[in-house]
């Protein structure tokens, strides 16, 4: 049964033929992690906790800094100095108070990764570095988990779902099928060392909130087995066609790795 307030808060999803009110309850039910709390983290956050989502975790150990709120507007300036996850949490309480809402105040590592994610149904990949995006897609290939991905630099962005079913039925890829080795070592500049457009990772974090609902919903096609570039100063898209690698180490026919391995390493940090 549904109560007033929720009647009267989801009622333009709900009026939507494809959601109803059985997507609503879909949604009531779910529950999604989201690793990282910053400027992808921050629309996913809003969009899948205003939606009504059941339970959203929130892993994130930084603390809010003055230099962060150009591009994370869910924190305000007197936030400066909290941990961004409580933080968070706060606002997204006042945003919409019938949801849970966990909170991680850690680093995601191989010792805790399985353990932090394995109670959601979906995991959300907002984070800014290379060993964490390689250990949030082998724990969700590890713990047959759907992966929405998403990453910013400067002004180009893209999004992807890994590891779920392709629209035409077949597994989608995951992250290492991609991208099966990282760069080397700082030849990809972080937001600090080489900027970031404010306004960059709000249309990118959209995007993923869009395919977090959907795949959630079960609605449309999900950008599996596809990655979706967005280059904000020629205002264009494009979208790539990717394939399961059946060599991948991880998701592949014959998969050689079968546990977390240590990240910092195998980035060569
Ligand atoms: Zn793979």
């Not at 959907?214 to 494009?238: I, N, T």
């Amino acid at each position: 049964m549904w109560t007033k307030e929720e009647l009267d808060r989801y009622h333009r999803q709900m009026i939507l033929p494809q959601v109803g009110p059985e997507g609503q309850e879909r949604l009531k039910r779910a529950s999604v992690v989201v690793v990282g709390a910053g400027g992808l983290g921050v629309p996913v956050l809003q969009y899948l906790v205003a939606a009504g989502v059941g339970r959203v975790g929130i892993v994130e150990m930084d603390r809010v800094e003055v230099s962060n709120l150009h591009r994370q507007v869910l924190y305000a300036t007197e936030d400066v100095g909290k941990p961004k996850a409580l933080a968070a949490k706060e606002r997204l309480l006042a945003l919409n108070p019938l949801v849970r809402i966990d909170t991680y105040p850690v680093r995601l590592t191989s010792e805790n990764a399985l353990e932090i994610l394995r109670p959601y149904d979906l995991v959300v990949d907002a984070s800014d570095n290379f060993p964490t995006r390689y250990l949030v897609n082998d724990a969700c290939v590890l713990l047959r988990k759907p992966l929405v991905y998403g990453a910013i630099y400067q002004f180009d962005g893209q999004v992807a779902v890994f590891h779920h079913l392709t629209p035409e039925g077949e597994m989608g890829p995951c992250y290492r099928c991609l991208f099966p080795k990282p760069p080397a070592p700082g030849s990809v500049p972080s937001c600090a060392e080489a900027g970031v457009f404010g306004v960059l990772p709000a249309v990118v974090g959209s995007l993923m909130a869009a395919e977090a609902l959907k795949v959630l919903l079960g609605l449309g096609k999900p950008l599996a087995g596809h990655l979706l570039l967005y280059d904000a100063l020629e205002a264009s898209f494009r979208k790539l066609s990717l394939r399961r690698n059946p060599a991948c180490p991880v998701c592949g026919d014959h998969p050689t790795q079968q546990d977390l391995i240590d990240y910092e390493a195998f980035c060569g940090l």
